[in-house]
């Protein structure tokens, strides 16, 4: 499983990045976090507000920072 945020490392970013971590080791599951800075890859998901969380490919959130808790609901 590949996790992306997207955004250009507000506090925001910083805060999605840690509660994606956390529900990541909660759960156990194998993933890879990655932070996604370039606007152009950004704009690329069709985001125009980040942050922005990316699993598979697919944008599950957009324009806020969902806690650990609505994270693992994703999984």
């Known amino acids: 499983m590949i996790i992306k945020i997207l955004g250009v490392g507000c ?3 910083e805060k999605l990045e840690k509660n994606v971590k ?3 080791e909660e ?3 194998e993933a890879t976090v990655e ?6 890859e950004i704009v690329s998901y069709g985001v125009m ?3 922005a969380l ?3 490919e697919k ?3 957009a324009g806020k920072v969902p806690s650990t808790k609505e ?3 994703l999984f």
């Open 11 to 13: 506090s925001k970013c």
């Open 22 to 24: 956390k529900a990541v």
């Open 27 to 29: 759960l156990g599951i």
């Open 35 to 40: 932070k996604v800075e370039d606007l152009k």
């Open 49 to 51: 507000t980040s942050p």
């Open 54 to 56: 990316v699993i598979d």
């Open 59 to 61: 944008v599950v959130f």
């Open 71 to 73: 994270i693992k609901k």
